[in-house]
């Protein structure tokens, strides 16, 4: 299934993945001091909190900012660990987790650029200390164009619309793309709903996705 709407918004039965996203995770752990909540005045605080959700909406607007180029960039901060996490205490720490995806390495290697400038503004400004830290990072795979060609040509001879597209979340067939000509095929999924009790795609088109899967696989046998 596609994870988004892309295949339903151009009325298409079959997605044609040209490319998977490349992923870079990142932990920022944001250092302040802890302090009193009702009797530290607020210009001698060195909130954490404050300052992580500054970094969240920097990490935003820097992907915004890329997507202007590439209709594959994203950024989010999708997990944030508070410490001491106390109604009445100034944050001291906050941990979170960054997940930076392209289809392009140099856009992303960017993304991550203007995260770290960002980040040591954000130092300078709110007097808190801001690693980045690396634990993740995965490049950007091509699908063969053996297999997109044979793929597009199984869609016609199927009598079933398609596009080509790429894959903004990560398939097996990354690994495979590292060792051998790998292909990737997309049925539509209903509102783009995915990682959800809510996630569907209808059996048509589950159907007609293996259809062209079938006749796919047929014509690279057939050609060797």
């Keep these: 299934m596609e994870q988004g709407t892309r295949l339903t918004e151009a009325g298409v ?3 044609i993945v040209k490319s998977i996203v490349g992923i870079n995770n990142r932990e920022v752990t944001v250092a302040g ?3 009193h909540a009702g009797s530290t005045p607020m210009l001698d605080r060195s909130d954490a909190l404050a300052a992580a959700a500054a970094s969240i909406l920097d990490l935003e607007s820097a ?3 890329c997507a202007t180029g590439s209709e594959a960039a994203v950024g989010t901060t999708g997990k944030g660990d508070v410490s001491p996490n106390a109604r009445n205490i100034v944050p001291e720490e906050v941990q979170l987790q960054l997940d930076i ?4 390495h140099e856009t992303m290697d960017r993304l991550v650029d203007r995260c770290r400038s960002r980040l040591a503004r954000l130092q300078r400004r709110r007097d808190v200390e801001t690693p980045l830290e690396r634990y993740r990072d995965s490049e950007p795979s091509q699908m063969s164009e053996r297999c ?3 793929a597009g040509a199984a869609a016609e001879a199927c009598g079933s619309d398609a596009i080509r597209l790429h894959s903004g979340a990560m398939h097996d067939t990354a690994n495979v793309a590292a060792v051998t000509d790998a292909g990737l095929l ?3 999924s209903e509102g783009g709903v995915s990682h959800s009790l809510r996630e569907w795609t209808d059996w048509e088109g589950c159907a007609v996705a293996t259809a062209v899967l079938a006749e796919t696989v047929r014509s690279l046998a057939r050609r060797g």
Aim: charged content about 25%; overall charge negative; glycine content about 10%.
């Design 13 to 15: 039965g079959v997605g």
């Design 33 to 35: 001091e802890a302090a």
């Design 101 to 104: 995806r392209d289809v392009s």
């Design 186 to 188: 997309f049925a539509p």
């Design 63 to 65: 992907a915004e900012e």
């Design 148 to 150: 997109i060609s044979a």
